[in-house]
């Protein structure tokens, strides 16, 4: 499997012959083989040129950059002998017919309540007191099939989330991470700074995988379609936050693994310091490495596996060829 190199200081990234050679500022050289490489991470401050851009063009190699607080900002990502003018007229042809894109938009939606739902129910299967918050999503999902507008759906959706975000006190042990509310820009506290991040490195995860299918990141389903860079990606993390990043998020901080001295508050923001996006990036890339079986699959499969295949069942959705349907948890 190729592999994902993460750049967290600051420095030069140059072209070494047909390899990649990193400089940091304390002039430490580190060499970045490609052969096996997918793509490059940037979260420092970072100087490269157009000699590295054609190397990355040639192996296929995707960079995307991030900016000092860990939000994505762009990539750069060689793309020509995937490009689908067929595949990006029927993305069109479903985001212009209200009915299409209903249909398209209420599946993410529901994939998404569900996992949370399921993150629920695993934890009251070990004793955390989360039936009211079960069954107020439960019935709210339920007005899900009586929405025929976007408007209406993110509304519907926003207010799950709300009752989401409550079971979080109940799943985190740890005094020093209360959740009061989601904040996203900026982060409040450092519940929100880990949910930011994580959604960033989620965002980017979905992104790297549509690159390799025919569908445009630029046109989503449930997210609006308009001069933002993509919105595709957005529509399938929300399927996958709940049992990708908040696992991940629940994980290091009942076992400890990321703590107070792990973030770092720049005026009304608090966000997680490079220790703390190490921490994470290496538990959640664990996470997505993780295989899980599902019974209509002989083998099992990784989450990141798993984001590919939604993205190739919505293909087959947009070309007649099946029936979208939202992936679920199992367990």
């Known amino acids: 499997m190729k592999e994902s190199v993460y750049i967290f200081s600051n420095g030069m990234l140059k072209r070494q012959d047909n390899t990649l050679l990193f400089i940091d500022s304390n002039n430490k050289k580190k060499y970045i083989p490609v052969e096996n ?18 190397l990355l063009s040639q192996k296929e190699i995707i960079l995307s950059l991030f900016n000092y607080y860990g939000f994505y900002v762009g990539s750069y990502y060689p793309r020509e002998h995937y490009n689908s003018g067929y595949m990006i007229l029927k993305q069109a042809e479903h985001y212009l017919d209200i009915n299409k894109r209903i249909l398209i938009a209420k599946n993410f939606v529901e994939g998404a309540v569900k996992n949370s739902v399921k993150n629920l129910k695993y934890y009251k299967r070990r004793e955390k007191d989360l039936d009211s918050e079960i069954s107020e999503i439960m019935t709210k999902l339920k007005k899900l099939n009586d929405v025929s507008n976007i408007s209406k759906l993110m509304q519907i959706e926003g207010e799950i989330k709300k009752t989401y975000y409550k079971s979080f006190n109940k799943i985190i042990e740890n005094e020093s991470f209360k959740f009061e509310k989601r904040n996203k820009r900026p982060p409040i506290d450092r519940i929100n700074a880990l949910i930011s991040f994580s959604n960033s490195i989620i965002y980017n995860a979905v992104l790297r995988e549509i690159y390799s299918t025919h569908l445009d990141p630029r046109i989503g389903f449930l997210h609006y379609t308009n001069f933002r860079r993509f919105s595709l990606n957005l529509d399938i993390a929300e399927i996958f936050k709940p049992v990708i990043g908040d696992k991940v998020i629940f994980k290091v901080i009942n076992k400890g693994i990321i703590k107070e001295r792990d973030f770092e508050k720049d005026l009304n923001r608090i966000f997680l310091n490079n220790s703390g996006k190490r921490k994470f990036i290496e538990e959640i890339e664990k996470r997505m490495g993780e295989t899980i079986k599902l019974k209509k ?21 947009l070309l007649g060829e099946d029936i979208y349907k939202p992936f679920v948890m199992e367990w």
């Open 37 to 54: 490489l997918k793509e490059i991470l940037v979260f420092g401050e970072v100087d490269f040129n157009k000699r590295v851009l054609e």
């Open 297 to 317: 699959f002989k083998n099992k499969v990784s989450y990141r596996i798993l984001i590919r295949m939604e993205l190739y069942k919505l293909e087959k959705h």
